[in-house]
């Protein structure tokens, strides 16, 4: 009988973020890891969740404050009112981990930039 293989640190990041769909309610199509540079993680309108594979070597809190960044874009598509306020429940010190992060947690549509999350701190 073969031994259970280890998983991979994609694999990880992958349950991680499944974990999370559950704790929050969302359903994601699909969770995908793989090569995504200059961002951390993306949530298309296709209910898609991807998240870089190098976020798999960041440290866990890390990972949850973009985990949950992508999975609440689910629920909410825009960084308003509503979704801080669920940010700020379910991974509180997240205003701390985005200025740790050189690289947004995603990159938003031109559209959504202009009240994006650099600059829509006080809405
Ligand atoms: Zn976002």
């Given at each position: 009988m073969a031994a259970k293989?280890?998983?991979?640190?994609?694999?990880?990041?992958?349950?991680?973020?499944?974990?999370?769909?559950?704790t929050i309610k969302?359903?994601?199509e699909q969770i995908q890891v793989r090569r995504l540079p200059?961002?951390?993680?993306s949530c298309a309108p296709d209910g898609i969740v991807t998240f870089a594979d190098d976020l798999a070597n960041e440290a866990?809190?890390?990972?949850?404050?973009?985990i949950v960044h992508e999975?609440?874009?689910l629920r909410h598509r825009h960084h308003g009112k509503q979704f801080k306020a669920l940010m700020?429940?379910?991974v509180?010190?997240?205003?701390d981990l985005e200025k740790q992060s050189r690289r947004s947690a995603d990159r938003e549509p031109a559209r959504l930039r202009a009240t994006g999350w650099a600059t829509d701190a006080d809405d």
């Open positions: 293989s280890p998983l991979y640190p994609e694999d990880q990041l992958r349950r991680r973020a499944m974990s999370w769909a559950i969302v359903n994601p200059g961002k951390w993680g866990e809190p890390f990972q949850d404050y973009v999975l609440l874009h700020n429940a379910l509180p010190d997240w205003r």
